[in-house]
């Protein structure tokens, strides 16, 4: 990467290269039994030249001819994209613990599924499907600004859930971690006992209701406020968050920050991938709208400061604004005081359908996989063809409660919330 840098110093007015580098071992079991395994490797190297105001992207996924590579990049520029504004400067970054080796591979990730397939499958009637993934990555990022940093990370993946009959819905939960650990037999239990009292159908009643949203569905929620707090959208007009920071969106009951810098967690980062320093970041915080993310590119066009969060979604494609460590805060309630508050309702355990709705504007209108119906604070079965609908930005004020403990999910690590006045449908 040395040698490359300094090739292309000498045909653009500034360069950024990018070099990845991932191994991956997973294992998946299906109905108990063994699906699928298998091993992966792959590396790459892109390159990023400025010259004149514009920029162009080349990579590889083998770095031998470099001169090629500086040319191809040097071609791209024709395109007329526009660069971003100046390359982060170098300082000291935090030291973070990013690794956690492990030993064992697809042999050890397999024991693990078999014991989370034999112990649910004792405690259950439904089709048990579980895996379980181990990757590491090695990432550097080198530009002609004088930064050179690099991070070895780690991180493991697993999955258990059952899936009602003739269905493809079911109770899940995931784990994340920086190494392989056993799924907790508390989150087993939780999946048995949420399927074992949900197993009977039942009827619900469509209208306005309280609805539980667990952590699987609050993602559908979070990822319309993702979306309108990203400064391309708020350069571009089009959220409904611009001109508003300092002002009570949301409950003040939820706060939502970015914690890039938590290495208690997989996947920390003290830079992001064009080089500029990570820091925690309040999006919102007890419902007031407190800042934006950007990347370098959109720091410059709103005149604001990068908040490095310009990530890569591989070597093929440049920066842009991305949230990769999104939480909400915990709140008072365990999810048991949670469902006997929410008395008579819906719980939504899973959705599908997440994007649907006009996501920017805080629409959603999601298919519930499955829907839990409960009485009296108790869960009497699972509701069939069911949906939510509304708008974040209305029902995201009418919390009445937040789970104390914050869970792994889609896009982030969210509490169970329960929620007021919710727009639910049924076919029954």
């Known amino acids: 990467m040395e040698r490359l840098l300094e090739i292309a110093r000498k045909n653009a007015d500034a360069a950024t290269v990018f070099g990845t580098s991932d191994t991956s071992d997973g294992v998946e079991f299906e109905n108990g039994r ?20 514009k920029q162009g992207l080349a990579y590889t996924r083998n770095l031998i001819d ?10 791209a520029l024709a395109g007329g994209v526009e660069a971003p504004g100046e390359l982060p400067k170098p300082v000291k970054l935090p030291k973070l613990a990013t690794a956690q080796e492990a030993a064992g591979g697809n042999a050890a990730l397999a024991e693990e599924c078999r014991r989370m397939t034999e112990w649910l499958s004792g405690r259950v009637k439904g089709q048990v499907n579980v895996m379980a993934a181990h990757s590491t990555r090695d990432l550097r990022v080198m530009t002609s600004s004088g930064v050179d940093a690099s991070t070895h990370q780690t991180s493991y993946f697993a999955m258990a859930g059952v899936l009602y009959p ?9 784990l994340s971690a920086k190494a392989p650990v056993p799924f907790a037999e508390e989150d087993l239990r939780f999946i048995a006992d949420i399927y074992n009292a949900s197993e009977k159908e039942a009827k619900g009643v469509s209208g306005r209701t309280r609805v539980l949203f667990l952590p699987n569905a609050v993602f559908a929620l979070a990822w319309r406020l993702l979306t309108a707090t990203n400064a391309r959208f708020v350069y571009e ?18 706060t939502l920050k970015d914690e890039p810098l938590n290495d208690s967690l997989p996947g920390a980062r003290s830079l992001d991938d064009e080089g500029t320093p990570c820091r925690d970041l309040a999006l919102f915080e007890h419902g007031v709208l407190k800042s934006f993310y950007n990347d370098r590119f959109y720091a410059h066009k709103t005149g604001a400061a990068p908040t490095g969060h310009g990530y890569r ?67 009497v079965g699972v509701v069939k ?3 939510v609908s509304g708008n974040v930005y209305e029902d995201m004020k009418n919390v009445v409660a937040v789970e104390d403990t914050v869970h792994d999910a889609p896009m982030g690590r969210f509490p169970a919330l329960l929620l007021d006045n919710i727009s639910f449908t049924t076919r029954g």
């Not at 409904?240 to 939820?254: F, H, M, N, T, Y």
């Not at 819906?346 to 359908?353: L, T």
């Open 166 to 174: 003739g269905s493809y819905s079911g109770v899940r939960r995931v």
């Open 34 to 53: 063994l699906k699928a395994a298998d091993t992966s490797l792959s590396s790459g190297t892109a390159l990023t030249l400025v010259k004149e105001g």
């Open 385 to 387: 063809d069911s949906m």
């Open 237 to 254: 007009k089009v959220s409904p968050l611009a001109g508003r920071i300092g002002e009570q969106v949301l409950s003040d009951r939820l």
């Open 313 to 379: 979604g591989g070597i093929t494609s440049p920066p842009s604004p991305s949230l990769e460590h999104a939480t909400i805060s915990p709140g008072e309630h365990s999810l048991a005081q949670m469902v006997k508050l929410l008395g008579r309702g819906v719980i939504a355990s899973d959705v599908m359908g997440a994007h649907s709705g006009n996501r920017l504007h805080g629409d959603y209108s999601v298919g519930l996989a499955p829907g839990l119906w409960v009485e009296d604070g108790k869960i």
């Open 66 to 75: 470099r001169e090629g590579l500086v040319r191809d990049a040097l071609a």
